[in-house]
């Protein structure tokens, strides 16, 4: 906690802590803004993970219908009054497991093809039950270029840990990378009990063996309401397995794309959170703004009632001072590995060595960034660094926020030091 705190300080040369409170502007000024992307959140899941922090309840035909005219409402209530149709970089489908409202996805898209043309393509998470021909055909059909599919680890005894079966994985990989989607990203966790990185090594080989373009390598993290049974490894491990995993990527011809994304060289990426501004429909969903970020409500009951209300149905706001607005560029474009000045200053109005000359300073001599060309290239020491620092973020930060959400539809407050 000090340290977070601390960070924030310098980095923010202000006191004043993350405040997200209720407000609700009920409009979202989004026009004028470049690089945009879209996030639509399917909270269902046919049963539900034990290690699993995500906004979800058990899947319910009735209930998901009442959802979609819910989501259909908000997207129209964020975008009605929008004056001519408006170019995305993406539109990706989280969860949840979208596939459950497979019926439903194209009359989302095609609700959402009204207000945006999508240049970037169109990604959505699979649970590997889903990888059946005809939900694959049924994809493809409603325009989804990219997939993810959370397999976790090919191993009995990893997926045992974490509360699940290995449900044929090679044969649906197999499937999916013969039904010609232009990613297929798999993710995997690392730091599960007894995980040594020989299994991890094995894990990546077979996923890009069996036509993975991407995979993405999270931490096991405990967060405070998961219900895990089997704890993760120290952080020091995890660390180890990181640089081991890395290590190993390169020795195969796999570039490092993100802090824990892997992928074939000239591939496009599968990356739904490393854009400047995103609008996110749904429970739960985030939308970050030029000067705000706001989250939805987590409560499917709340959500619809104040959609039905005709009120966007966003549970907290934080309304960014411009040198938080600039933390936070920082800190995701670090994520992807690289920070692009001219981005910056776009975005934030100033220019990015006049605003963290200092801090500019300090990373390149503690080879932190490295400058090629107009670019600030993350090493990969600065990596693990960010690794480390974005899980105590997320113990702090993301742990306390998903935490309290959970809980309260509408909180009045919430305040992060
Ligand atoms: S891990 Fe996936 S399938 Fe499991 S509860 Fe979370 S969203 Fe649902």
Known sequence: ?????????????????FIFDHSNRNELDFESLNDLGLYVHIPFCR???????????KYNKQRADSYKIALLKEIDLACGKQTKVKMVTSLYFGGGTPALMIDDLKDIIDKLKSY??????????????????????KLKA?????????????????????????????????????????????????GIPEQTDEILADDIK??????????????????????????????????KMLKS???????????????????KPCTQKYSSITRDNFLGFGVSATTLLKDSFKINTFSIDGYIRRVNENLLPTSLTLEFTRRQRAVYFLF?????????????????????????????????????LQKKEDIYEITNKAAYLYHSIEQIYTTAYIDK??????????PDKIILK
């Open 206 to 239: 077979t996923a890009f063996d069996h036509g993975a373009t991407q995979v993405s390598t999270y931490p096991f993290i405990d967060f405070t309401f998961a219900d895990n049974a089997y704890k993760p490894m120290s952080e020091k491990v995890k660390k």
């Open 332 to 368: 995701w474009s670090a994520y992807a590995l690289s920070i692009n000045p001219e981005k910056f200053e776009k975005l934030i109005g100033i220019p990015l060595n006049k605003m963290f000359a200092l801090e500019l300073f300090i990373a390149e001599k503690a080879g932190i």
């Open 47 to 57: 049963s539900l993970c034990s290690f699993c922090p995500y906004c979800k309840e």
């Open 142 to 190: 409603a325009g989804v270029t990219m997939v993810s599919v959370g397999i976790q680890s090919f191993n009995e005894k990893c997926l045992q840990k974490l509360g699940r079966n290995n449900d044929s994985f090679i044969e649906k990989l197999d499937l999916l990378s013969q039904s010609g989607f232009d990613v297929v990203d798999v993710d995997f966790i690392f």
């Open 116 to 137: 945006f043309s999508i240049a970037g393509g169109i990604g959505v998470e699979l649970h590997p039950k889903d990888i059946e021909e005809e939900t694959l055909q």
């Open 1 to 17: 906690m000090l340290f977070t705190s601390l960070l924030r300080v310098f980095l923010t040369r202000s006191l004043k802590p």
């Open 401 to 410: 926020m998903w935490n309290v959400s959970r809980n309260e539809a509408f």
């Open 245 to 263: 995993l890395t290590t190993y990527c390169s020795k195969i011809g796999i570039e490092r794309t993100a802090v824990w994304t892997f992928a």
